[in-house]
């Protein structure tokens, strides 16, 4: 059975993480939050061998999308994202891509409900649906791996802002609480910024917990 792997690139002014899931051996490649200049994603993985075979957005805020409309044109791949997020993608007010200078929309081709299992290409994850840094930020979870795709709800030792709109710093804690904690301690949690963690070490050393 091919193991699954993650690779990661650091893009934009704002040291976003774009991560690539794969199966070893097979050419398929799964993309999640496209940070920037989807076309270098695109051309770095073409030349690593990998086919784009989706596209995820763990939630809609500029940093994680900007690359999402080159890199879906240049692919072909369908963009998901959580159902909730559908206002959030498709305006450059809420998602501070105007204030960021650079006014920016995605329209997903799917939306995605909490719980929902996804199979793209040889590769399956399961949604979960973690409001709080935005009102559709999710997180998914290739359980087979171990590997819990997290964006912006939580770091190393941290969690994401909720001052930006629909954000909830209640929300934001029920759902690491309710739906992250709750997953095995060794799962490797994978966040928008910063290095990769574990349950375990979140439940026992972040302080916001």
């Not at 989706?54 to 994680?64: A, C, K, R, Y």
Request: proline share 3%; with cysteine.
């Amino acid at each position: 059975m091919a193991q699954l792997k993650i690779g990661r690139m650091v893009l934009g002014v704002y040291a976003t993480n774009c991560y690539f899931l794969y199966n070893e051996g097979l050419g398929d490649a799964v993309v999640v939050d496209p940070a920037d200049k989807g076309d270098r994603i695109y051309g770095a993985l073409k030349e690593k061998g990998f086919r784009v075979a989706g596209i995820l957005l763990t939630h809609g805020h500029f940093d994680h999308i900007w690359g999402a409309n080159a890199l879906r044109e240049l692919s072909g791949a369908k963009i998901y994202a959580l159902e909730a997020e559908k206002q959030l993608c498709e305006d450059a007010g809420l998602n501070v891509s105007a204030q960021a200078g650079r006014a920016y929309t995605v329209v997903p081709d799917v939306y995605v409900k909490d719980g929902e299992e996804l199979t793209i290409a040889d590769i399956t994850c399961k949604v979960i649906a973690t409001p709080g840094h935005t009102a559709g930020s999710c997180c998914y979870y290739f359980s087979d791996a171990g590997f819990l795709v997290c964006g912006d709800t939580i770091f190393l030792e941290s969690v994401g802002r909720t001052d930006f709109p629909t954000g909830s710093s209640r929300e934001l804690i029920s759902s690491v609480k309710e739906k992250i904690f709750v997953l095995p301690e060794n799962v490797q949690l994978y966040p928008g910024h910063g290095e990769s963690t574990t349950v375990e070490h979140e439940k026992k050393y972040n302080p916001f917990f």
